[in-house]
């Protein structure tokens, strides 16, 4: 026993870093333990159905087991697994509905007219219960960012780090998925 509580004093990085050296389960562990219940959360907003939510939490961990080589470092491991979760998320929404998502191309005009952070008046007047179900209306890569940013907290620069694109495309897709949010939220459920 006095082995993990060892590790369970080590920083994230550190534990990731002792995994993947020595292919190490039972370290994975108290990975496990660390994130299980903010993956779940997670997978539970996509999936709103609490066994597909476990499944693809689980699928989430096979699937972190077998990448986690892949975190270089770059941001907290935190910030990497949300990452990681919304795209297994975002992947299992988009096969589930059979939907295809346009990339949208970012117009330099429309930067111009952002700001560092845009402005969140109306959008924070949406009553909660109305704004969860307007949410279930966007699609799933809307949905992402909004959640990223409003809900997580995530500054524009971590989620350029975690989604691995842009500021300028960052901010472009906040705003359209505010707007997106904002007139499924105002035509649908006023």
């Not at 117009?107 to 009553?127: G, H």
């Amino acid at each position: 026993m006095e082995p993990l509580k060892k590790n369970n004093k080590q920083t994230d990085e550190e534990l990731v870093s002792n995994i993947v050296k020595n292919n190490d389960t039972l370290l994975f562990e108290v990975l496990y333990d660390r994130f299980a219940s903010l993956v779940y959360n997670k997978c539970y907003g996509f999936a709103k159905d609490e066994d597909e939510a476990k499944d693809l939490t689980q699928d989430v961990f096979l699937k972190l087991f077998v990448k986690l080589a892949s975190f270089k470092g770059k941001s907290k491991f935190s910030t990497w697994l949300y990452a990681f979760t919304y795209n297994h998320c975002v992947n299992y929404v988009t096969r589930n509905t059979a939907k295809k998502f346009e990339k949208q191309s970012v117009d330099y005009a429309d930067i111009e007219n952002i700001s560092e952070e845009p402005n969140d008046e109306e959008f924070n007047d949406m009553r909660i219960d109305k704004l969860k179900q307007a949410l279930e209306l966007v699609s799933p890569e809307e949905k992402m960012i909004l959640l990223l940013k409003y809900q997580d907290n995530l500054s524009i620069r971590e989620i350029v780090s975690v989604l691995d694109i842009g500021e300028s495309a960052v901010k472009m897709r906040i705003k359209r998925a505010k707007d997106k949010l904002l007139t499924v939220y105002n035509d649908n459920l006023v």
